[in-house]
């Protein structure tokens, strides 16, 4: 199942994508990473769209990625008793803890954390940002506020608060249990809502203890601000430009993406871009041109993935999304100008041995007529190296280790492959050059392009790069062992 490009797609499971057939024919149109959403459906459902995603990588011979997307706090009003309220520009309203229902001056916000925070003249959004309340004065239990921007307020819409860091943590009481549960499940990302300092992420990595890799959402305007810090601290990001889009000026999100996907690449880290890329597919089987342009100006940019939420959870056409992404993604990377945009973003100091390593190879596979690159790591970090590059020539990922399989399947350009564990450095050519023809990215004829690190089994030692033939019987025996 060789992939035709580079960049990965995520699909989102849910109703519309929850038996082996839809999900085997969204593999099969593209998708490389199947997302959970922890946030709807129970644990029964979330472990059967696990098991079927097992069954289909076992039935495909390839290694498939699962990321766990925990809901994070939600903050949201009470109830109303007449089930909803007009609010017009300019009147007051107040949220405050009394437990009545809401009637059209005020309305229950049970959350005392967001009072003890506020400060005067903050904005509160309501239900997307639809309805904005200006706050005039506020204490411990209430917070008296001024319409700004006027609509309908109903039962349990959500609320932001763009200006303030909230004494919130990421991870609520829920969501501890939803992570254990995924991790025992042995998900192989899990990504992190709420997100506003490098402390959450710290505390979802103490949670997982190693079984699954940490991805940062980023969707608040103090996940922006700290963002090196929340990059350093993940191994992962998702770009999530819908809550980001509510809390941030909508201008400020483009470039916010551009930036983010930028340090990331610099940081030889995954970034996915996510949210409303072919929001219209969830009920027309056609993109608007829009969408399409959304999901190319990503692919641009240099994204290792790109998401499908409701697209392919609850939409009518799972299918054609992932294929509109899909083709999206072979046209966008065979324009000469896409390669033209990610060599010229190709940057970063190079500190270490892995990185000048990692950048000969690259050279060397596009100054001579090499057919791939193929890495050997166990943790990941090597491929996620040589991915960084961006090489004009196929990677080929090799691991012993399953689990790092699945995740580098996020990781751009890298077609991952499950190899037994090697010893010597002339085993792991020979089964470069095993892997690359039966793979189908090369010849008996062609040669290749191997890196590694010796001794073998020890993370972050990429060490050693050998140009060799894809013909094993030509591999010259006195390789280094």
Known sequence: MRRLRNVKIVATLGPA??????????????????????????????????????????????????????????????????????????????????????DSTRVTLPHREIFEALQPEASLLVNDGKIRLRVKDHGPEFANCVVEVGGTISDRKGVNVPDVVLPLAALSEKDKVDLEFACE????????????????????????????????????????????????????????????????????????????????RAAAKPVIVATQMLESMIESPMPTRAEVSDVAAAIYEGADAVMLSAESAVGQYPNEAVATMN??????ES????????????????????????????EIAETA????????????????????????VPIIAMTSQVGTARRMS????????????????????????????????????????????????KSGTTNILRVAPCDEKKIIPADPE
């Open 327 to 332: 083709n999206v993604a072979i046209e966008v």
């Open 17 to 102: 994508s929850s038996t082996y057939e839809t999900i085997r024919a969204l593999f099969e149109a593209g998708a490389d990473v199947f997302r959970l959403n922890m946030s709807h459906g129970v644990h029964e459902d979330i472990a059967e769209r696990h098991a079927i995603i097992r069954k289909i990588e076992a039935d495909v011979g390839r290694p498939i990625g699962i990321l766990a997307d925990l809901q994070g706090p939600k903050l949201r009003v009470g109830t109303f008793a007449n089930g909803a309220e007009d609010l017009e520009e300019g009147q007051a309203f107040r949220l405050d803890l009394t437990d009545a229902p809401g």
């Open 410 to 457: 996020l990781t751009w350009g890298l077609h991952c492959v499950q190899t037994t564990e090697v010893d010597r450095f002339k085993t792991a050519v020979i089964n470069s050059a095993r892997a690359s023809v039966a793979e189908g990215f090369a010849t008996l004829e062609d040669y290749l392009v191997v890196t590694a690190g010796v001794p073998f089994g």
């Open 185 to 264: 499940l042995g998900v192989d990302w899990l990504a992190l809502s709420f997100v506003q300092r490098p402390e959450d992420v710290h505390e979802g990595r103490d949670l997982a203890r190693g079984r699954a890799a940490i991805m940062s959402k980023i969707e608040k305007p103090a996940a922006v601000h700290s963002f090196d810090e929340i990059l350093s601290a993940s191994d992962a990001i998702m770009v999530a430009r819908g809550d980001l889009g509510v809390e941030c000026p909508i201008q400020n999100v483009p470039p916010m993406q551009k930036r983010m996907v930028r340090k990331c």
């Open 369 to 392: 007529d090499i057919k791939v690159i193929c890495c050997y790591s166990q943790s990941g970090s090597t491929a996620s190296l040589v991915a960084r590059e961006r090489p004009h």
């Open 335 to 362: 324009d000469p100008t896409y390669r033209d945009v990610v060599d010229a973003s190709r940057g970063g100091k190079k500190q270490s041995v892995a990185d000048g390593i990692v950048s000969a190879a690259r």
